[in-house]
């Protein structure tokens, strides 16, 4: 039977790839379990000091102020989506529209210490359930690529593959891809892998502690005080004895957002998470 539905699958998978791909079915990313994100077409670049002015800027509002006093938009056409502080004393413009030329020779930047950096978007991950066990991570690389008609192996990143539970036949496995094979796989919801039909979805997270609730790292390396995702009392999620009253979402509540019943592991009612997943989809290149 299982032989049967992939041969089926086969059968119709280069047709309808076509069809699917003209529907710009991948101009979102589905967030697992959560909402749809829009993919924002912009180039990102960071402005930080050169090194020779390294100790003129002391803080990324520095850097910030600079740029606003150095650059006029309009003479390097740029257009900007969003101005974030990051590390080492710069700042990340995503642009949708920008004249790289103009603004990496732009003399008033240079004159002020200033320099302009691209930055590398990551390559998306995908997520394929379903896969054989008997398969290792070479053989799910190679059968990916032969079988689907989609680069080479080389293409393939073998990010994590889910531990196999007793009993079970069939693992998941994360993969980093380019950003073509990203959009092929999506829209064909299958990819074959053997005589299997595996399902196929955007895999984007981001790192969120469950013992304090904030982001960047993970529960075993927090110093922090524990905050419930539940409640927002002082304990750990699993110790919440809270549980048949309304959730009080802790992060929301810290920030005084408008909506705080539900949960801090919410994505699809916790606007804090929600602009976390949307901030980590900006830096992933979806092409």
């Not at 967030?31 to 077409?41: A, C, E, L, W």
Request: glycine share 4%; with cysteine.
């Amino acid at each position: 039977q299982a032989r049967d539905r992939s041969t089926e699958f086969i059968e119709v998978n280069r047709a309808s790839y076509a069809n699917i791909a003209s529907k710009n079915t991948t101009d979102k990313v589905r967030v697992p379990r959560g909402p749809s994100v829009k993919i924002q077409k912009t180039t990102n670049i960071v402005i930080g000091p050169t090194d020779n002015a390294v100790g003129k800027y002391t803080s990324s509002q520095d850097t910030k102020d600079a740029v606003l006093k150095a650059i006029e938009p309009c003479k390097v056409g740029l257009k900007v989506s969003r101005l974030t502080k990051i590390r080492n004393n710069s700042i990340r413009i995503e642009a949708r529209e920008v004249d790289l030329g103009k603004l990496k020779t732009s003399p008033s930047l240079r004159e002020a210490g200033l320099e302009v950096k691209d930055e590398v978007k990551l390559n998306p991950r995908i997520i394929i359930h379903n896969i054989p066990a008997e398969l290792t991570e070479d053989e799910i690389k190679s059968q990916l690529a032969k079988q689907n008609e989609e680069g080479t192996e080389k293409d393939i990143k073998v990010v994590y593959r889910y531990p196999l539970h007793p009993g079970k036949q069939y693992s998941s496995c994360v993969l980093e891809v380019r950003p073509e094979t990203r959009q092929k796989f999506v829209s064909m919801e299958r990819v074959l892998l053997g005589w299997s039909a595996c399902r196929v979805a955007d895999h984007v997270k981001v790192l969120q502690c469950y013992k304090c609730l904030s982001f960047g790292h993970l529960a075993k390396n927090c110093t922090n005080n524990a905050h419930c995702g539940h409640c927002s009392e002082n304990h750990e999620t699993r110790q919440c004895n809270n549980r048949n009253i309304t959730p009080n979402c802790f992060n929301c509540k810290s920030a005084k957002e408008g909506n705080q019943s539900h949960t801090a592991f919410d994505v699809n009612k916790c606007s804090i998470l929600k602009r976390k997943i949307t901030a980590k989809i900006r830096l992933i290149n979806y092409g």
